[in-house]
Nanobody
Framework: QLQLVESGGGLVQPGGSLRLSCVASGFTLDYYGIGWFRQAPGKEREGVSCIRSNGGSTNYADSVKGRFTISRDSAKNTVYLQMNSLKPEDTAIYYC?????????????????WGQGTQVTVSS
C-alpha cells in the first residue's frame, strides 16, 4: 500500500525555521514527482514547492521563493521542505503528494497520492 507520512510541523516564531519531512512507504520516491501543498483555514489549497522524479527540476510559489527549499534523500526515501524566515502567512496545514507523471508543476490535480498533513503555525 502506497503511503506518505509528513512530520516536522509545529509552532514557530516569525523569522524562525522548520524542516518538514515526507516519508514514503510501499514505493520509491525517486520515481515520483513530489509536491508540497498547504491549506490555510478558509483558503484554497496552494502549491508550495514541487520536484520532478529523479531529480533535478524544482518549482516554487512566488510567496516562498528564496525562503523554502525542497530536496530529496534517496537513501531515506524522504523528501524535505526546509522553511526559513517563516511568516505568519505561512501558517497552514502542509501536505506532501506524489505523482508518477513526469512533472514538477504544483497543480494538485496532477498528484495521485497524498499524506495526512502536518500543521505549521507561525506566531509570536
Amino acid at each position: 500500500q502506497l503511503q506518505l507520512v509528513e512530520s516536522g510541523g509545529g509552532l514557530v516564531q516569525p523569522g524562525g525555521s522548520l524542516r518538514l519531512s515526507c516519508v514514503a512507504s510501499g514505493f520509491t520516491l525517486d520515481y515520483y514527482g513530489i509536491g508540497w501543498f498547504r491549506q490555510a483555514p478558509g483558503k484554497e489549497r496552494e502549491g508550495v514547492s514541487c520536484i520532478r522524479s529523479n531529480g533535478g527540476s524544482t518549482n516554487y510559489a512566488d510567496s516562498v521563493k528564496g525562503r523554502f527549499t525542497i530536496s530529496r534523500d534517496s537513501a531515506k526515501n524522504t523528501v524535505y521542505l526546509q522553511m526559513n524566515s517563516l511568516k505568519p502567512e505561512d501558517t497552514a496545514i502542509y501536505y506532501c503528494a506524489a505523482t508518477k507523471r513526469s512533472t514538477y508543476f504544483c497543480s494538485g490535480s496532477l498528484y495521485d497520492y497524498w499524506g495526512q498533513g502536518t500543521q505549521v503555525t507561525v506566531s509570536s
